[in-house]
């Protein structure tokens, strides 16, 4: 499964930054969340748009290689026993 972090302007042009399947476009709720929370922590908005890449990144790493990304071990993020 494949990620992608996307742009989202609002009606009143405010920007937020999603990530989404790149298959089906749904949205990963508790990634966007925690962009979604970097922004309520005034980070930059440079700093949130490249969360929101490699965030998806490691969301695609994880669902590659069988990871549970909400819990990984070390041993899984290396790749090796």
């Given amino acids: 499964m494949i990620f992608r972090a996307e742009r989202a302007v609002a ?3 405010s920007v937020d930054w999603v990530v ?8 990963h709720v508790e990634a966007t969340a925690f962009l979604a929370g970097l922004d309520g922590r005034d980070c930059s908005p440079n700093t949130i748009r490249t969360y929101a890449g490699r ?3 490691y969301l695609g790493y994880c669902a590659a ?3 549970n990304w909400a819990a990984p071990d070390l ?6 026993p």
């Fill in 20 to 27: 989404v399947n790149a298959e089906s476009y749904a949205i």
């Fill in 75 to 80: 041993w899984a993020l290396k790749g090796s």
């Fill in 65 to 67: 290689h069988g990871v």
């Fill in 55 to 57: 965030t998806a990144l």
């Fill in 11 to 13: 009606a009143d042009d």
